[in-house]
């Protein structure tokens, strides 16, 4: 039995009340992270940036918020999710509040490298809420926890009515207020995890470097990346896309553009609860299958040329892409705890990592790609091969262990 299983006695309400708090903080983390969805616009006009351009700059802070979620899972099992999760808060808010004072293309990439520690908070959530719940609620607890990702939503929303009122500086320093506020209340209304509190009573000491790494040696851990690689990655840089695309293809002005895209961003949160559900009752892998399947469709559809599809048929199709990769971010994580209990952090931040990366890569290739075919939809073609390639991996991988018999958690199947 891990250790995560023989937790100390917990108050009733304990469990719950660290998930929802997790919850609103990595909320206003994701709203912090993405906020170059929208401020980034304006600082494009200002600056005379190309595409490539602008999309290094939305992916400067996905960048960040990826290479630390492991660094910031192993520590979260070193020295608590509580301490951790504070400090990341409170690092992330004076680096946005900081990016008020920047003039320069070259300083608003080093700003964004440390608005995007704001991101790095995922792991550290999965690592410190894991904890709380028994196997079989897992996936229900951490796709409820995952759903911050509606931040972005929050973020497209408010920040074009802020921007217009008082500059796109005055959404900087809200954003980084709010954060460092929830940083406060996170650190007086919660507690340590159950599986730190354990360790520390017990005096057990921390896993090696060496030991914390050796599940990254398993080529189904980097499997399990390549599908957050496109359902979280793709979803984050779909979210920071998305509103230059509305302007770029179909004439939007910003305002608009930012609330649909806020739209297209609820239903790729909010719904990540429900997949952790569906995780948990049909099994992570029936709904990695049906994520991959439909989202091949989508992508396929979207690949065709942007002016053969009106603005309905693309809001409606990228809803459904957006809702199907909610329940595949939920399913990817369910996996996890189930077969890595003692590896979350790690594990998790690789993964986290891998999702993340994708954040900011993906930005850029759109980008470059329109830069250099000037297609607007070959951000949707880049997405399909991803997609493609994780169902034919996903599929002989499952046809391989079923022809070698090799057991699977009950949880994950």
Not at 33 to 61: D, S
Not at 83 to 103: C, D, E, I, N, P
Request: charged share 10%.
């Amino acid at each position: 039995m891990s250790v995560i299983e023989k937790v100390p006695p917990m108050s009733a309400g304990e469990p719950a009340k660290a998930l929802w708090i997790s919850t609103v903080a990595f909320t206003l983390c994701f709203a912090v992270w993405t906020i170059f969805a929208i401020i980034g616009i304006r600082i494009k006009q200002e600056l005379n940036l190309n595409e490539a351009e602008f999309g290094l700059l939305v992916g400067t802070p996905v960048l960040t918020g990826s290479l630390v979620r492991i660094v910031l899972g192993i520590w979260t099992g070193r020295y608590g999710g509580r301490l951790v999760y504070t400090l990341t808060m409170l690092a992330a808010a004076v680096a946005t509040f900081l990016l008020s004072y920047a003039h320069t293309y070259t300083q608003m990439l080093i700003a964004g490298l440390g608005v995007g520690l704001a991101g790095g908070s995922f792991a550290v959530g999965v690592a410190y809420v894991s904890p709380f719940f028994p196997a079989e609620k897992q996936g229900t607890a951490l796709g409820i926890f995952g759903a911050g990702n509606v931040g972005a939503a929050v973020t497209k929303f408010a920040a074009p009515f802020v921007l217009l009122a008082w500059g796109w500086q005055a959404v900087a320093e809200i954003w980084a207020v709010c954060l460092a506020l929830m940083a406060i209340v996170f650190w007086f209304t919660t507690t340590d995890d159950p599986a730190f509190r354990l360790r520390r009573e017990r005096g057990v000491a921390s896993k090696s470097l060496a030991q914390e790494f050796a599940p990254l040696q398993n080529i189904q851990v980097w499997r399990f990346s390549l599908y957050y690689f496109f359902a979280f990655g793709g979803f984050v840089a779909l979210s920071l896309w998305l509103p230059r695309y509305l302007v770029g293809v179909y004439g939007f002005n910003l305002e608009t553009a930012g609330m649909v895209a806020a739209a297209y961003s609820i239903p790729g949160s909010i719904f990540r609860a429900f997949g952790g559900v569906l995780s948990d009752k049909k099994g992570a892998r029936s709904v990695m299958y049906a994520m991959l399947a439909v989202s091949a469709v989508a992508t396929l559809i979207l690949s065709l040329p942007a002016t053969t599809i009106t603005p309905v048929i693309f809001i409606v199709v990228i809803f459904v892409l957006g809702f199907f990769m909610s329940l595949g971010k939920a399913a990817v994580f369910k996996h996890i705890p189930a077969y890595y209990p003692e590896s979350v952090g790690a594990v998790g931040g690789i993964v986290g990592m891998m999702g993340g990366l994708g954040g900011f890569i993906l930005p850029i290739a759109f980008g470059l790609l329109k830069d250099m075919t000037g297609l607007w939809s070959s951000c949707f073609l880049l997405l399909f091969a991803i997609v493609a390639i994780s169902l034919v991996w996903m599929h002989l991988s499952v046809k391989q262990l079923s022809r070698q018999g090799h057991s699977t958690p009950v949880a994950a199947t």
